[in-house]
């Protein structure tokens, strides 16, 4: 499981939140395989839908 800690930092004389990776991070295959359990479908599929999706936020949100 991944931990994020939220820090402040201080840049201009005002000050942003920035969140701060404290434990390890969970990879692709690790995704597809826990939702391979729960849903029965086949981890590379998950991990095609999975990879599709990061492009496709990628693009909607610039």
Not at 14 to 41: H, R
């Amino acid at each position: 499981m991944v931990f994020y800690k939220n820090i402040k930092i201080k840049v201009n004389g005002k000050w942003y939140l920035k969140s701060v990776l404290v434990d390890f991070a969970i990879t692709t295959g690790q995704v597809a395989k826990c939702v391979t359990v729960e849903s029965k479908v086949s981890p590379d599929d998950v991990r095609a839908v999975l990879t599709a999706l990061g492009g496709m936020m990628g693009n909607y949100m610039s």
